[in-house]
């Protein structure tokens, strides 16, 4: 028996080219009509918090990409990973990446993971989703061999959950998705609440 329904294509479009945030929405039986990343200046404001410095961040990619695409639903999504009030980069230099994983090695840190639907009448709705990971205690050598691999490249705090540091992981409160890059719970209720998705999921032949 199938038990993920095929994703079918939706008037939404999405504001991001992230692979994973396409993958996680594929989860929920919807495939977005178009991909259009928002290309926004995404620097923290001075003395900006983590949470709500991801609440911005994912409302204005969808207030961007709304712009382009009068009279279709857009959303937009933002993932921070934060050290207490320091909100870590989405790494692109190995000694930027060595620096965050540094950071969290052995501690505990937070994952903020906001949403932004705008529908088609312009109405927008948020939500956000925290998460709290604790990584092991990382040695020099994981760290190395991990930089080596490539995996942190462009990810924010300079890991990906889905890839190989998911091993890391000794203990992860909230949403796994969100973690990822889209928490399928809160995209899930802004999707229903805005009638462009059904409460249950869509029924599926046997397999």
Not at 27 to 49: C, F, N, S, V
Not at 123 to 149: D, N, P, Q
Not at 163 to 192: C, D, I, K, N, Q
Request: charged fraction near 20%.
């Amino acid at each position: 028996m199938s038990s993920d329904p095929s994703p079918s294509d939706s008037p939404i479009v999405l504001a991001s080219a992230s692979p994973r945030r396409a993958e996680l929405i594929a989860r929920l039986g919807l495939a977005p009509a178009a991909i259009d990343p928002a290309d926004i200046d995404e620097t923290p404001r001075k003395g900006e918090l983590p949470a709500p410095y991801a609440a911005r961040m994912a409302a204005e990619k969808a207030a961007r990409v709304a712009a382009r695409h009068p009279g279709v639903a857009v959303l937009g999504a933002d993932t921070v990973v934060a050290a207490g009030r320091r909100i870590l980069p989405k790494a692109e230099a190995e000694a930027e990446a060595r620096t965050c994983l540094q950071l969290l090695s052995g501690r505990r840190h937070r994952v903020h993971s906001a949403v932004t639907l705008i529908d088609a009448g312009g109405t927008a709705r948020h939500r956000l989703s925290t998460s709290i990971v604790r990584f092991k205690r990382l040695t020099a050598a994981e760290i190395e061999a991990y930089l080596a691999g490539g995996d942190w490249r462009g990810k924010a705090g300079a890991y990906a959950i889905q890839g190989y540091a998911e091993s890391w992981v000794a203990m992860l409160a909230g949403s796994h998705s969100g973690v990822m890059g889209l928490p399928l719970f809160e995209t899930r209720a802004l999707l229903v609440a805005a009638g462009l998705l059904p409460p249950g999921p869509p029924s599926t032949p046997d397999a």
